[in-house]
């Protein structure tokens, strides 16, 4: 991946952009992690699992935000996402 554009030479709002778009993905990308990899504690409970509604709007919700993230990259740094962020299958879709 190449970049056509330092992150140095973006404006103060620019980088805001770029902070926001990564700030989102690591929001959506813990939050499904709080629904997916849920550990038992010793001497509580058992945790119970997701309702699927949540699980599909977490996943939905990440798939959004690597959207806009790749989005934000090409607009602001002019440099194209790998292959693999479209995900397996999707014919880069």
């Known amino acids: 991946m190449e ?45 119970t699992p997701a309702p699927v509604e949540a699980l599909e709007a977490a996943q939905n919700a990440l798939h959004l935000a690597c959207q806009e993230f790749w989005r934000i990259h090409q607009e602001l740094l002019c440099c194209d996402p790998p292959v693999s962020a479209y995900g397996a299958g999707q014919g880069g879709q």
Do not use: D, F, I, M
Not at 3 to 32: C, I, M
């Open 3 to 47: 970049v056509g554009r330092k992150p140095e030479e973006l404006s103060k709002e620019q980088r805001e952009q770029l902070h926001r778009a990564h700030q989102t993905l690591r929001n959506a990308s813990h939050a499904l992690e709080a629904l997916t990899v849920v550990a038992p504690v010793r001497g509580r409970w058992a945790p």
